[in-house]
């Protein structure tokens, strides 16, 4: 049966985790396998017939396996689950499901098993700590530096003569010519960059403005809304030295492995002291190495708001997490789910098990 379920927020990063524990999962002998929605029906069928040691998942995932008679039968077995970005679920009604699936595996299991939580940006660890192994359970708190060797900035640019006529060559004003301007020379300095933005229509738009000023700058980008194999060249593009630089939403702001990143520009103020420091610790990962990252501000406003998130993220005084109480339409889905599972339950049964949630605590 399966002995660890280790969870994550996006199936990308699913995809990318399973090449790097298959490597280490040769070297200890433990059989690793990834299922989401993308899985094709034959690696199903494999699971159920022969399931692997280490199962790779999404909560929603997670959430469908649980009716299914036999894979029910192989999460028996399971002995550790490792919830990666935990930071990502915590505060959303996503958490709320989980947090409910998690005890009807445990149900399934008929014994404790152990949680592990995992995130570098968390600013209520007890309450997420809570969240993880549910209520009258024991929880240990690991805290490591997040703000271990990194080096900020904060740039407002004015614009020159130069960025004027730079404006009238890329069909834009001179303010954004100066911004444009000056990303376009960090990332000529360096090897591999991530400039990070705060929508899609933003990326979309210093990508197309990179373009029409030189179209051979190797630059791409990268956001949910592409296509997948459209991300995923540009994911290896990145990696591979092709490309200088990746124009990027939250999309690669979680662990996707693309290369070793030694810069990150973050367009405008991220509006919060935790997207600051995931974002700019995407970069500096080789030993010895620092994460380094600038803030591009756009106007005086602007660019108060990044000083102040900067500074916080260096005082690592993060955002506390707001875990939803006791949503009932996720609570209403999760029952349709047991009900799937099994035809009949007493209701203290199932009240004993939902008010062990911790967003379902105060269940009566």
Not at 204 to 216: G, T
Not at 304 to 319: F, K, M, T, W
Request: glycine share 6%.
């Amino acid at each position: 049966g399966v002995k660890i379920l280790y969870m994550t927020p996006l199936r990308a990063l699913n995809r990318d985790l399973l090449d790097r524990l298959e490597w280490w999962g040769k070297r200890v002998d433990l059989r690793v396998a990834v299922r989401h929605g993308d899985t094709e029906v034959r690696e199903r069928t494999s699971h159920a017939r022969n399931p692997p040691d280490l199962l790779i998942t999404t909560p929603e995932t997670l959430q469908a396996l649980l009716p299914g008679r036999i894979m029910r039968r192989h999460l028996r077995e399971v002995r550790f689950l490792i919830i990666d970005e935990v930071h990502e679920l915590a505060e959303d009604k996503r958490g709320s499901q989980l947090s409910i699936a998690i005890e009807r595996l445990r149900w399934i299991t008929q014994r404790d098993f152990q949680v592990i939580g995992l995130s570098a940006t968390i600013g209520s660890p007890e309450k997420v700590g809570a969240f993880l192994v549910g209520t009258k359970r024991p929880v240990e708190i690991v805290r490591i530096p997040v703000a271990r060797k990194m080096r900020l900035e904060t740039l407002f640019p004015e614009p020159s003569r130069q960025d004027h006529q730079l404006a009238g060559k890329i069909f834009t004003h001179p303010e954004v010519a100066a911004r444009l301007r000056i990303m376009k020379e960090m990332i000529e300095n360096h090897k591999s960059v991530i400039l990070f933005t705060n929508t899609r229509s933003i990326a979309e738009i210093l990508a197309s403005r990179f373009k029409v000023w030189d179209l051979d700058f190797p630059i791409s980008i990268h956001h949910g809304s592409l296509a997948k194999p459209s991300r995923i060249t540009a994911e290896r593009g990145l990696k591979g030295g092709e490309l200088r630089g990746l124009v990027a939403t939250s999309s690669l702001e979680l662990g996707i492995d693309v290369g070793r990143i030694d810069y990150v520009i973050q367009y405008m103020s991220p509006h919060q002291v935790t997207r600051l420091i995931q974002r700019v610790g995407r970069s500096g990962h080789s030993v010895g190495k620092m994460a380094d990252g600038v803030i591009i501000a756009s106007d005086s406003d602007d660019a108060l708001e990044a000083l102040v998130i900067a500074r916080g993220a260096l005082s690592e005084d993060l955002e506390e997490v707001s875990v939803p109480e006791k949503p009932l339409d996720a609570l209403c889905h999760q029952l349709a789910g047991l009900l799937i599972q099994n035809r009949k339950w007493y209701y203290d049964e199932l009240v004993e098990m939902l008010s062990n949630a911790f967003p379902y605590r105060n269940l009566t």
